[in-house]
Each structure stands twice: as structure tokens, then as C-alpha cells.
């Protein structure tokens, strides 16, 4: 199945939802919450693309990178690449109602299973699309990670036993989400978080606990503080708070002050294996993508998953060779123009 096929038939299947651009930008679904657009006039999705875009690689062929491996190992798991889906829930309020969360969510875990990468669940007002999400995951070995909306704690901590009985090997939670005022009116209230409350929630699990939305240098060493084992750099995607800057011009400075302290991964726009380089040369150890799952899936299921991974590892393998990097971890910003 070609990748250029899968998104052919994505349009049809989003009814309208997304229409599929050439490039996924944010721009022709601007303000489009629920749906598929970033919140307001769309500007937070849509430097998101704006700010990785500006940065350009220096191209580099007299060295010995003749083969580079792309592979790593994150939360004792060892991938074929630094790529993970993102969490992506809500199918049938933001994707247009054709298929359900269940087989979204299958075809995005068993793709990703089976092309060596690892897929991200999500948590949203409907507690069922949770279970959902989880007992597919558990189908498919609990060989995911899930993200939890920040509840009160005592009903974040509830849903870190489900997914930790499901056997995910990693939790987090999108704290990002605290301003969501859709869920306090599905009266399920969302809210900020103290360093001591995230402390409680780390806590109360032995899995590696993610903390995932944060766009500040203070934030990511409280996040440190609150011993959290990986931050997620990460605007949700555009979708929550409107005039935000792009992740690709907070990440170089949260890597400045907490790489090597805690896992950096990094969303917002990561469209191709190109973007992926530019995100780890600006400190991310592995990048979470959303929004082209949703096509790949929608217009090949499990199949398009597949051919969109395939895609990226080839694009990726090919400019790490064109930049001179034998490996992720040989990644650095000498790379970027
Ligand atoms: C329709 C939709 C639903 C989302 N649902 C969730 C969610 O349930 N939990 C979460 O942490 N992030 C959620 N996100 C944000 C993504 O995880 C991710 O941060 C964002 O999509 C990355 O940007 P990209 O789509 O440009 O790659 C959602 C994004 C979209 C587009």
C-alpha cells in the first residue's frame, strides 16, 4: 500500500473532519476544536510547522555515515526509531463519526507493534474511550504507553491501576489539558497541578511517569523537581491554548537546562523523518507525532500505519546519511544550518 494511496481514500473517510492537505498545517482547519484544527485563530498548530520549518540542515557527504542506525532504547524498550504516536483520542467528536475509537486505536497500536515503534493512548471525558484504548492495548501485550487527563488525583491515580493492569510499560499525564473547559462542563473537571500533587501521582506508580505539555524552561525543572522521568515538550498539538510559540523554539532551551535529567520528547508538527532529525538535533530523544496517524489510519488502517511508518524510517535513514550522523545519539545541533 503506497502512502500516497492511504491518504486518497483518508479525505473521503474524515467526512470533511480534515481535509488532508498536502502538507498538514493547520491552516485550512484553523479554529477547528472539536475537529482537527489547533484552538482559536489556529496560530499554536500552525507555528508548530512554522517554527521546525526555520530551521534548516547542513548537508554533509565526506564522512563514513554510510549506514546509520536509526534504532534507540527508551523506557527499557528498544525501537526501530525515536517516534512514538501520540495519544489522539476522541474519534467520533473530532474525526468526522465513520469509524469508531476502537478501530482507530487498533489499527494505530497494531501498526505501530508491527513496524518496531510504539503507540501513545489518550484519556478523554467519555471514561469508556479509555477502557477502550486500554483493553486494545492489552490485546496487543500492554506494549504502549498511556496518558491520563489531569483529573483530581485521586481519579488520575485511579486510571494509572487500569492502564497498569492493561501491562503499559510507561504512564503520563497530559497536564496541558488543566484548561479544558469542555470536561468541566461533561462535569468532569481538569486542573492544574503543584509540584507536590505531581509528586503524589509519580508516586503512586513504579512505571516511568510522563509529564506531558511543557513549553517553559521553570516548568521543566519543576517537572524535574516533582521527579517525573520524562517531559513531553509538547502545545497539545495547538489545541488548547491559542498564541503559543512553536515547540521548535522552546525545545533548544528546555534541553539546555534539563537534558540528561529526565527524557525529552518533543510534539508539535513532526510531519516527516526530516522534522524528526531537526527535533533531536534540538535536544528531543524521541518525537510523538498525532495528527498524520489519524490520516494514515483513516485511509489504510492498520496498512496505512504501516506504509506512513515505513515512510518516515526511509526519509529519516536518508537524511541522517545526508547530515553525517551514524545514529540518534550521534544526532547533534552541529547538524542544523
Ligand atoms: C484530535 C486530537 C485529539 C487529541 N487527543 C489527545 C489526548 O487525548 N491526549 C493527549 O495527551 N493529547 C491529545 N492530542 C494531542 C496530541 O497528543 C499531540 O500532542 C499533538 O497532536 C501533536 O501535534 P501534531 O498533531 O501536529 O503532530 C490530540 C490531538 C488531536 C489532533
Request: proline residues 4%; positive net charge; charged residues 25%.
Amino acid at each position: 500500500m503506497k502512502y500516497k494511496d492511504v491518504l486518497k481514500d483518508a479525505k473521503g473517510n474524515l467526512n470533511k473532519s480534515c481535509r488532508v492537505c498536502p502538507i498538514c498545517n493547520g491552516v485550512a482547519c484553523a479554529g477547528e476544536v472539536p475537529g482537527m484544527g489547533g484552538k482559536g485563530t489556529g496560530e499554536a498548530f500552525k507555528i508548530n510547522i512554522k517554527s521546525l520549518e526555520a530551521y534548516k540542515l547542513n548537508m554533509r557527504t565526506i564522512h563514513d555515515a554510510k549506514n546509520p542506525d536509526t534504532s534507540l532504547e527508551l523506557f527499557g524498550r528498544k525501537m526501530d526509531m525515536p517516534v512514538f504516536a501520540a495519544p489522539v483520542s476522541g474519534t467520533t467528536l473530532n474525526m468526522g463519526g465513520k469509524f469508531s475509537e476502537q478501530e482507530y486505536i487498533s489499527w494505530v497500536i497494531g501498526g505501530c507493534l508491527e513496524s518496531g515503534i510504539f503507540p501513545m493512548v489518550g484519556d478523554t471525558a467519555v471514561d469508556s474511550f479509555l477502557i477502550t484504548n486500554l483493553s486494545e492495548l492489552e490485546k496487543q501485550g500492554g506494549n504502549g504507553i498511556a496518558i491520563i487527563k489531569p483529573w483530581k488525583n485521586e481519579d488520575v491515580i485511579a486510571k494509572i491501576k487500569l492502564a497498569e493492569k492493561a501491562g503499559v510499560f510507561a504512564i503520563g499525564m497530559d497536564i496541558d489539558a488543566c484548561g479544558l473547559l469542555t470536561l468541566a462542563l461533561a462535569g468532569k473537571p481538569v486542573m492544574p497541578k503543584t509540584v507536590e500533587e505531581i509528586k503524589e501521582i509519580v508516586k503512586s506508580t513504579k512505571l516511568p511517569f510522563i509529564l506531558k505539555g511543557i513549553m517553559t524552561t521553570d516548568e521543566a525543572l519543576l517537572a524535574v523537581q516533582a521527579g517525573v522521568d520524562a517531559i513531553v515538550v509538547s502545545n497539545h498539538g495547538g489545541r488548547v491554548l491559542d498564541q503559543t510559540p512553536g515547540v521548535a523554539d522552546v525545545l533548544k532551551d528546555i534541553a539546555g537546562v534539563v537534558k540528561g535529567k529526565v527524557i525529552i520528547l518533543a510534539d508539535g508538527g513532526v510531519r516527516s523523518g526530516v522534522d524528526i532529525l531537526k527535533m533531536i538535533a534540538l535536544g528531543a530523544d524521541a518525537v510523538l507525532i498525532g495528527r498524520p496517524f489519524v490520516s494514515a489510519s483513516f485511509g489504510g488502517e492498520k496498512e496505512g500505519v504501516k506504509s506512513y511508518i515505513e515512510a518516515l524510517k526511509s526519509e529519516l535513514k536518508s537524511a541522517m546519511v545526508l547530515t553525517g550522523c551514524k545514529s540518534i545519539k550521534n544526532v547533534n545541533n552541529r547538524i542544523l544550518y
